[in-house]
Nanobody, 125 residues
């Protein structure tokens, strides 16, 4: 069982930056596929950034050019560097992981069986 723990959320003004962290632990913690999803109140969970550990990252159009998804080589830490934040980025952010995800569905929430509890990000002036 993989445990995922997010941290780093908070409140920031529009145009600011935040860096979220996701720590993976437990048996099988070294997942090959990890991703960041987000969910605002009244909306469906949506994928923002995903990565296969030995491949290139994928970004949703809504965050492309503003967010990056750094990682460590040990497959136990994933980050979400968020720059030029907008009010519409306000959401609960979740880390997800799995051993394998289809290449054409990096943002399919049903493809990931391990999830963290989430960390809140609020962008407001």
């Amino acid at each position: 069982q993989v445990q995922l723990a997010e941290s780093g959320g908070g409140s920031v003004q529009p145009g600011g930056s935040l860096r979220l962290s996701c720590a993976a632990s437990g048996y099988g913690a070294t997942s090959n596929y990890m991703a960041w999803f987000r969910q605002a109140p009244g909306t469906e969970r949506e994928g923002g950034a995903a990565i296969e550990w030995n491949g290139s990252p994928s970004y949703a159009d809504s965050v492309k050019g503003r967010f990056t998804i750094p990682k460590d080589n040990a497959k136990t830490m994933l980050y979400l560097q968020m720059n030029r934040l907008k009010p519409e980025d306000t959401a609960m952010y979740y880390c997800a992981a799995d051993e394998w995800v289809p290449g054409d569905r990096p943002f399919g929430s049903n493809e990931y069986k391990n999830w963290g509890q989430g960390t809140q990000v609020t962008v407001s002036s």
